[in-house]
């Protein structure tokens, strides 16, 4: 066994092949993957979210898939809580584990930790509500921009429901809500090792189009069905999911919502890249590049036995 444990996270944006290469290490390493997706947790999602086939759950044990109903309250902190608690339990028969996925917000609460999100008085939040009914997405935008210009910088500006759970937070707290993310960096009593994956932006775009007109193959506008009676949860204020509901409710044709998936979620792509590149700790690799990724994890352990 090893001295000390070893977490290797795999990020990158959305369908850069994060899952396979998860997989391939985990068969390398013989160990086994905490999922890092924010929207992957919920069970009712699964097209949507892109879940791993069922093959790919058999090629290496998952966890924090489908663990979840769409109904249920879930943020960063109950996540951090849950996946510490899952990547112990994998240290007590492996020296390594594997976290992978795409929300940032999640791996960082992994790695460095996460503030309780405080309770938020009803009257802040009726406060908020009533600035989105009169001013909009456009008002909110503005003041979150005033209140965090970190996380504005980040987060969907398409989503009220974020942009107003940020607000609110910012209010509640008295300060940045990345702020109050970053605040206390916790010490893991484990060794943590970053790799981000990329790959050229016209490829990745490419990819991004064909998985969403697999997904509409797939039975995507179906599932959505299924879920219109929740369409308020905020699990289901997302890509794929949002655009869905305006076709539903004849906002636009079905063609149109379906290039506004490719559009946002090359978008969000954007975006998770742009968080990635703020922290150096990542070193970056081509998915296509297994035996480097593989070479580069293993030099690291050797650096700490």
Not at 32 to 45: G, K, L
Not at 53 to 58: A, F, I, K
Not at 122 to 137: I, T
Not at 219 to 228: A, Y
């Amino acid at each position: 066994r090893l001295l000390i444990n070893h977490l290797n996270v795999i990020a990158g944006p959305t369908d850069v092949r994060k899952t396979k290469t998860a997989i391939c290490l985990a068969q390398h390493f013989k160990t086994e993957i905490v999922s890092a997706d924010s929207r992957q947790i919920f069970m009712e999602t699964k097209i949507g979210t892109a879940v791993p086939s069922d093959e790919e759950l058999q090629a290496a044990k998952h966890y924090l898939i489908g663990t979840r109903h769409i109904s249920e309250y879930y943020n960063a902190w109950l996540y951090e809580q849950e996946a510490l608690e899952t990547i112990t339990h994998i240290f007590e028969n492996h020296d390594i584990a594997i976290l992978a996925g795409g929300s940032g917000l999640y791996v960082d609460a992994v790695c460095s930790g996460i503030d309780e999100i405080p309770d938020i008085e009803p009257s802040l939040r009726k406060k908020v509500n009533q600035q989105f009914e009169a001013e909009g997405v456009m008002g909110l935008r503005q003041t979150l921009k005033l209140l965090d210009p970190e996380y504005y910088s980040i987060v969907d500006l398409q989503n009220p429901v974020r942009l107003k759970r940020a607000i609110e937070i910012c209010l509640q707290a008295g300060k940045p809500y990345s702020e109050l993310r970053q605040s206390q960096k916790r010490n893991r009593p484990f060794n943590i090792i970053k790799v981000a994956l990329n790959l050229p932006r016209e490829e990745l775009y490419e990819r991004i189009n064909l998985r969403v007109d697999q997904m509409i193959a797939s039975g995507l506008e179906q599932e959505v069905k299924q879920l219109e009676p929740l369409k308020e949860c905020m699990a289901l204020k997302t890509v794929g999911y949002r655009e869905s509901f305006d076709y539903f409710d004849a906002k636009c044709t079905k063609e149109e919502a379906i290039e506004k998936i490719k559009q946002n979620t090359r978008k969000y792509a954007k975006k998770q890249i742009t968080w990635l590149k703020r922290n150096n700790d990542y070193t970056w690799f081509s998915p296509t590049n297994l035996p480097q990724i593989i070479a580069h994890i293993s030099t690291q352990i050797e650096k700490i036995k």
